[in-house]
């Protein structure tokens, strides 16, 4: 994901806002809008990021907006219009060159995002169910990542499911395989191995396990089950709490797919703070047992 929508962000919408943007931009970039000196270059370079925070302000996550619109070289920009004024040959270089840098950088930006966005769309536009397991699941669950069933656990065998990994849980589990705790050491080293070792190639998706066919039906089959790592945006900064962030990332990941995206967990303050954020959960319980004497 080389872009991060706020909740509730029609992915259609947002990607007609990108190109509206991206045009305008375009057209800045060939002409500056027929200004006369680089003072006027950069007075429309500022009229068009009012524009392009009215309309994407909204729609992409704050880090975004600072990445494709609000950036560094755009504060330099905002300072130079009311002190470099002068009309004499080495000021009005000056400022013709950082406003050429800045739309050839924010030229490519935006090419690149909208780019990334159209693929993204045609890519999540099929028929699978996607979850998102937070990190407890790959330690807890009694089944290990290559054989886990979202089919199952959600009461859908027959669906195919696409497991989303946002890069926050990779961490997480980076971080367990010093753990004391025997069982979660060894989880998280698993998991990691599988995950390496299906992403190796640098490919975002692939086939985690290939439906079957009922052996006792013979006829109804059961969905295939794929495996996408979420990477983070270029800037991308994450929530202070890791459970916030994977709910933040899921939220982002309904909107692009435009569906809902289920969330695994065993732990219930985080089935608890996704519920509350909008998410469907599916709270996993492990066995409690008798109670101790």
């Known amino acids: 994901m080389l872009i991060t929508p706020r909740p509730g962000v029609n992915r259609d919408n947002l990607l007609k806002a990108l190109q509206s943007v991206q045009g305008e931009l375009s057209n800045l970039h060939s002409g500056a809008g027929n200004a006369r000196n680089a003072q006027e270059r950069v007075l429309v370079y500022l009229k068009w990021t009012n524009s392009a925070v009215r309309m994407l302000g909204n729609q ?21 219009a009311g002190t470099l004024t002068g009309a004499d040959t080495p000021t009005q270089a000056v400022l013709n060159g950082l406003i050429d840098r800045e739309l050839e950088a924010q030229s490519h930006a935006f090419n690149a995002v909208v780019e990334a966005l159209q693929r993204q769309i045609l890519q999540w536009s099929g028929y699978e169910q996607y979850v998102m397991a937070d990190t407890s699941v790959y330690i807890h669950h009694p089944d290990k990542l290559e054989t886990i069933d979202p089919g199952a656990l959600l009461g859908d065998p027959h669906a ?3 497991v989303l990994v946002p890069m926050v849980v990779v961490d997480e589990l980076d971080r367990l395989k010093e753990s004391k705790d025997r069982q979660a050491r060894w989880r998280a080293g698993y998991t990691l191995a599988v995950l390496e070792r299906l992403f190796e190639r640098g490919i975002s998706r692939t086939l985690l396990r290939k439906g079957e066919t009922e052996p006792v039906a013979k006829v109804a089959r059961l969905g295939d089950v794929w495996i996408e790592l979420l990477f983070e945006p270029p800037g991308h900064v994450r929530l202070p709490d890791s459970d916030d962030e994977i709910i933040d990332r899921a939220l982002g990941a309904e909107a692009l797919a435009n569906r809902k995206v289920t969330l695994l967990t065993y732990d219930t303050g985080q089935s608890m703070r996704a519920r509350n954020a909008g998410l469907h959960v599916v709270k996993l319980r492990p066995e409690v047992g008798e109670e101790p004497q």
């Not at 992409?60 to 130079?80: E, G």
């Open 60 to 80: 992409i996550s704050p880090s975004d907006l600072d990445r494709l619109v609000l950036t560094d070289r755009y504060k330099l920009l905002l300072t130079a």
């Open 160 to 162: 195919d499911f696409v």
